[in-house]
């Protein structure tokens, strides 16, 4: 029998659960995973993700709906996402991205009220039958060091607003 780690996991098991907004805490310097605070958007690493470099971009703004961004809000909303695509491309050379929103719970939205995309970098072979028979996922690299790896190229990010 192999054993697999993830102490990070105790954390989120064990804790308490989020009282307020990740966002908004993350905007406020409540977290450690945050890689960009803009005028407009922001971009924190889902401290539980589903592979590494999980991205979550959000507005700054705490909306629910996407009709509650200004026309400008949402183009700098995408090109966030895109930048932080190119990042990633860059620095973990994935082979392709899930990117999406899930808009309300029944969808999936785990935090409904802060409007944020998921970004997942992919890779051949990064999932397999132990994720659907064995319900487990394994993250190859702790979260800090992919942290340490993207914030060098998050902090130069220049997002035209």
């Known amino acids: 029998m192999k054993t697999m780690w993830a102490p990070w996991r105790i954390e989120y098991i064990l804790g308490e659960k989020e009282k307020q907004c990740i966002f908004c805490a993350a905007l406020a310097d409540q977290d450690e995973l945050t890689l960009y ?3 407009v958007t922001m971009v924190t690493m889902n401290k539980f993700p589903y592979i590494n470099g999980h991205l979550l971009v959000a507005p700054v703004k705490h909306i629910e709906a996407l009709e509650q ?31 999406g929103l899930n808009l309300g719970k029944v969808a999936g939205a785990g935090v409904e009220e802060h409007l944020h995309f998921h970004i997942v970098p992919r890779w051949f072979g990064d999932t397999n039958a132990l994720t659907v028979f064995g319900e487990v996922r394994v993250i190859p690299e702790h979260i800090k060091a992919t942290y340490n790896n993207l914030k060098p190229y998050f902090n130069k990010l220049d997002i035209k607003t």
């Open 69 to 99: 961004l200004e026309t400008s809000e949402m183009g700098t909303l995408l090109a966030t996402v895109e930048q932080s695509v190119a990042i990633l491309k860059k620095i973990m050379q994935p082979d392709g991205f899930n990117i």
């Open 37 to 39: 605070k803009g005028r």
